[in-house]
């Protein structure tokens, strides 16, 4: 059976994540008109991921009134065409993957990566059987790479937990960050990530206390990023909150720490995960699970910070 091009509109979405296309029926080549019947499309893509923007190419069809048929609903589905346009960064290298559905973002996870460079990170994402993927790759020199349209849902968040919500990569963006998990952060690499933040959160009206770490939706599975990431720092910035250092009270008596840290969003079915997820981020630590008159007093400055 001959093959067609999924519809143009999709092409060129999809050409900025690096993949090119083609559907096995007539059926297939039809357009979709709603996003939930255009995730099913892209589930079901099977395409070649190509190394580069710059080798990547429309197919071209012969069948002249295919091309007029999807001219045709490109103009009823601009709608759907513009806001795959808009979660694109032109300004970015595109690198590519071909692990991805699609959703509106609601929130950031910051990662780090785990690897010993950038470029070991691009390949990781382009293997099929890795399962594994985000839509920006910070570098350690600060450069910014965009691998997903920021409506695509990327595999980035894995098992996880916040709040009432158990699938984050349906409404998160995902950013990992270059750093192995033992060295600090550099400064141009928290630099060009502050950058990207406000970007973000702008765009898309994230709130500020929905930008966390893959540690704090999966203290069970997770420890990134690591101690030495600058979590005051970003909140300084609008991302995320953070204590305030010179109004800790002792909590009332019937204070419940780990209950606090629950209606905070973290998920508390493994206690001694949790509270080391917190000291992590907090209190610059994750030596043990027991919690210090300090460490009870940060929780409750926070618990009235996000209630």
């Known amino acids: 059976m001959r093959n067609f091009p999924i519809p143009i509109f999709l092409i060129i979405a999809l050409l900025s994540s690096g993949i090119v296309v083609s559907c096995g029926s ?10 939930n019947d255009l995730r099913y499309q892209v589930d079901s893509l099977r395409g070649l991921l190509l190394e580069s923007k710059s080798t990547n ?18 103009e009823k589905d601009q709608d759907l065409y513009s806001l795959l346009e808009d979660g694109m960064e032109k300004e970015y290298p595109w690198t590519g993957t071909q692990h991805f559905d699609l ?13 010993n460079s950038t470029e070991q990170t691009i390949r990781t994402f382009k293997i099929a059987h890795t399962k594994v993927s985000a839509h920006y790759i910070i ?10 349209n920021d409506y ?33 952060f550099s400064d141009a690499q928290i ?21 966390l770490g893959h540690g704090d ?5 997770k420890h990134d990023p690591s101690v030495l990431f600058p979590w005051k720092r970003l909140a300084e910035h609008g991302f995320g909150l953070w204590y305030n250092e010179d109004y800790l009270l002792s909590p009332p008596t019937h204070f419940d720490p780990l209950e606090a ?47």
């Open 103 to 115: 959703r509106k973002p609601n929130f950031v996870i910051i990662h780090h990566t785990a690897q």
């Open 191 to 211: 630099q060009a990530l502050l950058g990207l933040l406000a970007e973000l959160k702008s765009k898309y009206k994230i709130p500020q206390t929905n930008f």
């Open 139 to 148: 570098s350690r020199n600060g450069e910014i790479f965009q691998v997903l």
């Open 261 to 307: 840290l629950r209606l905070i969003g973290y998920d508390i079915s493994n206690p001694r995960a949790t509270i080391r997820a917190f000291k992590r981020k907090f209190m610059g630590e994750e030596v043990d699970e027991d919690l210090t008159e300090k460490d009870i007093q940060v929780i409750y400055n926070l618990y009235k910070r996000y209630l």
């Open 26 to 35: 007539k059926k297939h080549a039809q357009t979709r008109s709603s996003i």
């Open 57 to 74: 190419a429309i197919l071209k069809t012969e069948n002249r009134e295919l091309k007029k048929e999807q001219r045709a609903h490109l």
């Open 152 to 184: 695509f849902r990327a595999w980035h968040a894995g098992i996880g937990k916040w709040g009432n919500i158990q699938d984050l990569n349906s409404s998160s963006l995902g950013i990992e960050l270059d750093n192995n998990g033992k060295e600090p």
């Open 217 to 221: 939706i999966a203290p069970g599975r």
